[in-house]
């Protein structure tokens, strides 16, 4: 039994060799009853790749008829490529713009179907000893950033947020991520107006590493996403501040968390025929526990968590049952 | 010929391929790097396409956004973002904020005024925060567009011009007037609600400027100098990476995307269109190694931030920083291992006896065998919380070690007679240690007390408030006396190596003359050992230089300059460990980063000739004492 993965992600191809490997091994044991067979394309976002790449090996052990592409350069590739017909399955961090809709429209004479798979949100945390409530945007800005895009100005001190001495007069600790995670790329570019990040910020090698050295110090502040925020830290609240961004906050009331965004899978198939079933099991797979599991894996929230609301999106159940 | 000689050359042939294989490894290694890095110091090729090829390329691109014309038939401004935008008949400029990407049916209009300005640039920086309009003299106004109602700041004005650009993924404009490039970005100060266009970069070029065009999502600038001229220019390094004549006078020109320009002789006329290759990041070791004006940045400076939000968007590629990070984690870990390590060889290989040297030994060698990794993992979850804490502490403790031991050997002076005979000799350091750890439990004590009586109970509040210093968790002194503990091993075995094998003939003969066993050590053993002590220092100093999991896990990966041991810092190891895996290949930052591994590569294999320079030096020298 062999899993053939085929992965033209430029970037994450030896981790994906080790896996592929070690999912082989894995497949070895497990007794499967090959139901789809077929090529499957995912074309699109990067913050993504990881966690689709874990998702096609786990599916690919459970269905070895199947083979599962994926090429990972930015939600901007899936469009055409979906449009092309040259991918399956689309992947993004944002949905559709219209443009992208009108020519996909233009070309095809229908509109492509969009899932909602997972939600990605960074919580902003601190130790549980410290006394700040809540953080706007702006903070975060003042904290984080080298040249206080959003803000114009730096905070280096406990006191320079509002807080008391004794941890006053102590620095700010940031902790956060390296370059290479989507986390830190996200944060940079809603919470730091594009801005780069300051030279002194503590770039963890993991999600895990950020929430526990939060946890152990009492002079801390780190952003993670929300997967894993364990009852050792603290978790802030974002308010609005006076200059609160309205492009990202959605909801005209504002209620919307403006660190969370929802990923999205895209079909592209014609409503008026029956829905494709390989890339139907494939999202029943997410769907599924294991599904669940790797997405929480990958320090993403499944949809049904979602606070954001989801225009318009169809359930998996609409899309996929459709036996007329 | 016996088996035994068959053998024997059997292993040497073994022994001098393995070698050769060796050598062969490590220059291949080499070739590797300067192969992978070479394409840096390669210049711009500008090479025009053929007329069949013309036809096809300079066919009109479509834009990433079209208004969408159902809706607004009348916007005749170009698109940026999610913000459209026209200019009235009555001067007016309206616009409209398509409000979401989950909503995009929902507009919201907005109208404002611009009055009395004839407009030349309405611009929405990348952010979509901000609207600047500016007017052919120089005037301009900036509106935000986050509020709800759009407002207006004051009239500003900048220097008149006569050409603009909008370049680099929407984060800058660039004016140009007579033979000067001016480029501006928006810089917000603290307390002013509005930014400022701020010049950032100015430039002069040859001829009189006729056109300006900034290339798609990236700092290449094009301009038109003279009729006859072309330029092309990398406006983050302020450099002319390109320049190419013209056979007929030129009136337009413009780029077609990334990586194609055209000139036109008149608008709409026929297009020559050219390509662009190479390395037009304009790359050079004074851009690697001296600040830079940077977009959003008030003034030049050393910055390593190689990824960006959005297309286009600069990468910053400062190695200064990396550089000096990896210097001064090396340098305060050989700070705190050398005392440490060469100290116990000298005592190991010399003053100890044969049989307490041959029990002690092979224990500190064991240190060795302790993964970097592991060390890190424990300085990082355990040591790293509590460091600050604890700090007073080590510091008092560090100081009655050192202080309390020369005190303790005086003392033993007067310890009774029976207890000087040479029986217990080579056992002396073992009753060191009760007194090491007294000394150690007095000086936890005395920190403690010092920081609850004078420091008002907090090390980092007293620091803060009496001298400005801010501690931070993730430091170099962490990082030094992680990594210092895992180069100890190496440095103390070569050193005691070196000590221990000069010839045991040079010291009896002063011993015998009378001199002290210290007195001996300094003065017949020292200067021969020394050249392999050093060597031993190199080594370790090389090695600490590479190490990498230490500083991944503990220094925070922090790319300041900053000398103080209080800080943290971003070695070349720990960045080609974090961002080498996600790097696409042969791009201009995987070629960095190989130029970077190659800096490392040189200054370790400096550091390891020395050695071996010293080594072979030494070895000289037991020969002439032998013979």
Known sequence: MKSAVTLLTRVRLLRVLVLCAFSSAVAATTVATPEVRGNLIITGSDTLAALVSDWADAFVDVEPGVTIEIQAMGSASAPPALTAGSANLGSMSRQMTRSELDSFFQQRGWLPTAVPIAVDTIAIIVHPDNPLESITLDDLDSIYSANHACSGKAATHWADLGVAPALGALPVERYGRTSISGTYGFFRERALCRGDFAAGVNALPGSAAVVSAVSQIPTAIGYTSMGFITDQVKVLPIVSGRDTSRVQNYDADGSVYPLSRTLWFYLAFDPQQPPPRLECAFLQFIASTRGRELLRDGGFEPVDSLRSKVDGALTLAEICNDDA | MTMRSVFDIGVSFVVRATSVLVLCAVVGMFVQMVFVAWPLTQSVKVTPLADAQNNIIASERTPDWVPHSDLLPAWRESIMGRVWLREDSDGAISGAI????????????????????????????????????????????????????????????????????????????????????????????????????????????????????????????????????????????????????????????????????????????????????????????????????????????????????????????????????????????????????????????????????????????????????????????????????????????????????????????????????????????????????????????????????????????????????????????????????????????????????????AAEGSLALGASRWRSFRDVILPLAWPGVISAVAIGAGRALGETMIVLMISGNTPILDWSPLTGMRTISATLAIELPETAFSSVHYQILFFAALLLFFITFLFNSLAEVLRLRMRKRFRVLAS
């Not at chain 2, 220097?159 to 984060?171: S, T």
């Not at chain 2, 029990?359 to 065998?369: G, Q, S």
Request: proline residues 6%; neutral net charge.
């Open chain 2, 98 to 505: 398509s409000p979401s990407m989950d909503a995009a049916e929902q507009w919201v209009s907005l109208r404002f005024n611009a009055p009395e300005i004839p407009l030349s640039v309405l611009f929405i920086d990348s952010t979509q925060r901000w609207l600047v309009a500016v007017a052919n003299d120089g005037r301009y106004r900036m509106a935000s567009l986050r509020m709800d109602a759009v407002e207006w700041g004051n009239i500003e004005r900048i220097k008149p011009f006569d050409y603009h650009a909008i370049g680099g993924a929407n984060e800058t404009l660039l004016f140009a007037a007579a033979r000067s490039v001016r480029q501006y970005h928006l810089l917000k100060t603290a307390g002013s609600l509005y930014p400022e266009l701020v010049l950032a970069r100015t430039w002069q070029v040859s001829e009189r400027i006729l056109g300006l065009a900034a290339a798609p999502e990236s700092q290449r600038v094009l301009i038109l100098a003279g009729p006859q001229s072309i330029e092309l220019w990398n406006a983050t390094a302020q450099q002319r990476i390109a320049q190419k004549a013209l056979a007929e006078p030129m009136e337009g020109i413009g780029w077609i995307d990334q990586h194609h320009f055209y000139a036109e002789a008149a608008r709409n006329q026929q297009r020559r269109v050219w390509k662009v290759e190479g390395n037009t990041d304009a790359i050079t070791l004074a851009s690697l190694f001296t600040p830079v004006q940077y977009l959003g940045y008030p003034e030049p400076s050393q910055v390593w931030q190689t990824s960006s939000v959005g297309k286009g968007q600069e990468q910053k590629f400062g190695l200064t920083p990396l550089l000096f990070g990896s210097m001064k984690a090396a340098l305060i870990a050989m700070l705190v291992a050398l005392p440490c390590a060469v100290g116990a060889a000298f005592f190991v290989g010399f003053f100890m006896s044969n049989r307490a040297r041959n029990r002690i030994k092979p224990i500190i060698e064991l240190l060795e065998a302790i993964p970097t990794v592991v060390l890190a993992a424990v300085a990082a979850v355990w040591l790293a919380p509590i460091f600050l804490l604890v700090l007073p502490e080590l510091f008092f403790a560090t100081i009655t070690a050192v202080l309390g031991i020369p005190v303790a050997s005086a003392l033993w002076r007067f310890a009774p007679a029976s207890l000087h005979g040479s029986r217990y000799h080579g056992l002396l350091p073992l009753l060191l240690i009760p007194v090491i750890l007294l000394l150690i439990a007095a000086g936890v004590l005395l920190g403690g007390y010092v920081e609850q009586q004078w420091m008002s109970g907090s090390l980092t509040v007293w620091l803060h408030e009496q001298f400005h210093v801010d501690l931070v968790h993730l430091n170099g002194l962490l990082v030094g006396i992680a990594m210092g503990i895992a180069v100890i091993p190496g440095i103390f075995s070569l050193a005691e190596d070196a000590v221990y094998s000069v010839p045991r003939h």
